[in-house]
């Protein structure tokens, strides 16, 4: 008995070592601790334990496809949201526009340079590398380039430092200061929204879905195939 025990297990673990899943991981239950193959899941479906029905999680987990779509999606937006005006604002017969460049431009203008680099590596640096980031992850994993010594390190090194990018974008900020300054200065000066801002808007919305799809732990996942 404890042989043919013995046997199943290896030829279980022979049987996986052989077809490797990059589309699913284990999660274990909080309940009775079963072992679960996670899967991705449709919106509105939630997954619960065989055993016990305890519920496991609810949110899709890492559809390559969709995170790539949604990567393309912001690549195309960030351009338009660096480059159009973000205000134009209405002050006694002139007009003033300002994109998000001209605006840590400006900061830095009037001495506050940390201001104006807080600025660039928020809402300009660190947003484009975030998406080249998790775009160039992408590519990798659709072409499994990963299997190759140098696609192999070069998808470490992106892994690695994605939770420094993640914390260095911060477009819900500025999208925020934008609606302030509105605010702040209506009485004054007719402020009007650009197409930057729409741009932005959609950028920030674009960039917030594409990480609650995008799971750290499952990219690494992908390297177990590769060994």
């Not at 925020?176 to 402020?191: C, G, K, N, P, W």
Request: proline share 4%.
């Amino acid at each position: 008995m404890r042989t043919d025990t013995r046997k199943s297990l290896s030829s279980l673990s022979d049987s996986n070592s052989e077809q490797p899943s990059p589309d699913c991981s284990v999660i274990l239950c909080r309940a009775c601790d079963l072992a679960v193959s996670r899967r991705a899941l449709p919106s509105g479906v939630r997954a619960i334990c065989p055993r016990c029905q305890t519920p496991l999680y609810d949110t899709p987990y890492c559809a390559v496809d969709g995170v790539l779509a949604m990567c393309i999606a912001a690549l195309i937006l960030y351009i338009p949201a660096m480059l159009l005006p973000v205000l134009e604002m209405h002050f006694i017969g002139s007009v003033r526009t300002t994109t998000v460049w001209q605006g840590a431009l400006a900061v830095a203008e009037q001495g506050y340079w940390v201001v104006a680099l807080a600025v660039l590596i928020g809402a300009v640096v660190g947003p484009g590398l975030l998406i080249s980031s998790v775009l160039a992850q992408m590519v990798i994993i659709k072409n499994r380039l990963y299997r190759f010594n140098s696609g192999r390190k070069f998808f470490v090194l992106l892994l690695r430092y994605h939770q420094l990018l993640s914390q260095m974008s911060m477009l819900e900020i500025y999208v925020i200061s934008f609606l302030v300054t509105s605010f702040q200065l209506s009485d004054f000066a007719d402020v009007y929204f650009g197409m930057g801002t729409f741009c932005f808007t959609m950028l920030f919305l674009v960039v917030l879905f594409m990480l609650r799809e995008y799971k750290l732990e499952h990219m690494w996942s992908y390297l177990n195939e590769g060994e």
